[in-house]
């Protein structure tokens, strides 16, 4: 069984490209990668492993609208490199993506005349299977890529009582999370170790809590997911949604902090160490939300920065709020109540603009795979 | 440009698994070929080609349900003889093809407790890729396999004045379609002998006109294609449709004769023998019509055969159908008059039950690549 399973319908992102044209956000983290993503290539490249065919993943790539110039970069360099290579590209995500929408944007030509579909001599491939999965044969892995999904646990551990995010749990309920985010990284790690080709390389942006205890949408102002929970209370009191309701409003995921990143790195008996890998590189970087940007800057007034911002959230949270609504009522009410939430959030941007904003902290890793 | 753009829309199968549920018995022709498909892959295990993932390929899969247990059969034999070894299954076919569909039925568990996405070290992918176009690295595949696909063409080279379909093409038309059946024949083969590995097996199942001039639906009785073209006629001379929409009702198809399936192969310097490619085998089959079959055992009467019958004509008629109409219509009477074709179909057929059948007339063809 695959292990997203579990969680199906409930961390579905909303299909139809709305994932890419409300992320734009999520695709200044991709670029912001590029460096990193070039060098790890170069010394992959340098290391002069194999003839095969060149293979690289986009693992959790949603509607590929993202990583598209990215993906176009490294196919590019690798064919500088080597112009007679075959190159195979895998794009990965749970069976329920959108693979229409990923289909349409990895056959879009670019500005430069190019589309993947097109190039010759590289073969593109999607495969519906998680990353809590081997997706490749052992040893066929030359780059390896994901960004902003590894934090979507393979399940989740309990019900936050008080919050929707594991950020505002505490006691036990932070313990078991916890521990769902140890298991879970190590399995995505010997996963990935398997794959890897020798001195293969992964670049993996993760969603992460920095240094300074920030994470996403918690850099100063409000805290995105104390609004988030809050104005779920708001509705438990309004009596809009039972008690229950609210606390299955649980988000499946966990953000490691640096610390946890490397734990399997680190002892000798590390799982990924173990397994051969290396944790070459590993920073945390904020990158600053674009609809704030641009109501701070003017461009914007309140109610249109509110009116772009809403769907951003909206579009990673919907599907498990919906679902943690009772299925005793009515389909038309669950989406009447999940109307009326962002609309409330939608009335709280406009109404104290300046107070938020859904700035993205990232750990930036990269990873070896030893020769 | 994939090469199937061109028509694109006019040749998409109709999603949701109706492919699979009307065609029980392009499930027989697949199943019929279960011998021969084994028999070429004991051959190409044999000579020891390669210690990668064994990678096996259906091309044009639609939903992949039809295959299913062919490609079941294929794992389990590949196992056997080398437990060790990863397998990388590429479903392909068009872009606009229903991947959520075929997802579904590769996931499905089977009744021997299976499902090739739970099996270990079997790694399987979509590519939406036509036959066309080359899908994998060079000299990587070492099992292909298609059945009931390579028919259409890759470009419609002109209409059909006073037909449907080829098989009721004279002249110049004929010409002009024989003319696109050969290149695009040549170019199937072209592209499968640079993916082939060295003595790497496929088994094509094409539609055919057999020795004795069958064809899908001409096999004794009414001819299927003649009904087609009558029943247009008829909405020509009602005034439901005009006469540029009859003549644009083209299917782009063509079915090769034995002769020119051999064609390529024959010369020396034919395109295929120059590839390296052997024609080891060629063999025509009539399969059965399940629907008909039914009737004349008794099972069903009229309506019931006719209701059940239409819809596995309809799968792969109603959109060249449909698109033959004019934009100028609203879509709303352009559903409306398909629906009133088919009605007229299953009319005509409950009529007069026993004159009716849809019989497939396949070539059977096992292809080596030389090592």
Known sequence: MNANDAQTGSTAMKGGGYYSLSTVGAKDVIDGAGDLVIRALEAHLQSGNGKDAFTIADMGCADGGTSLDMIHRVVGQVRKHDPQRPIRLIYEDQPTNDYNALFQNVRATQPDGNSLATMPDVYWYAAPVSF????????????????????WLSA?????????????????????????????????????????????????????????????????????FDIFRNLWENFVREDVITADEFERMTLPQYYNCVEEFKAPFEAPDGVAHLAGLRLEHIETRVVPCPYAARFHSGEWDAPTFAHFYIPTLRSWTESTFFSGLSESRPAEDRHAIIERYYNAYEALVAHEPEQHSMDYVHAYMVIRKVG
């Open 156 to 224: 989740k551990p309990c019900e936050i009582s008080n919050h929707v995010q594991a950020v505002g749990a505490q006691g036990r309920e932070l313990e078991a999370f916890a521990e769902q985010g140890r298991k879970d990284w190590e399995r995505i790690l010997s996963c990935r170790a398997s794959e890897l080709a020798p001195e293969g390389r992964m670049i993996i942006v993760n969603f992460c809590r920095d240094e300074s205890g920030q994470y996403l949408g918690n850099t100063g102002g409000i805290n995105m």
């Open 132 to 151: 809590y999965e081997q997706v490749l044969p052992a040893g066929t892995l030359n780059l390896g890529f994901s960004a902003t999904a590894m934090h």
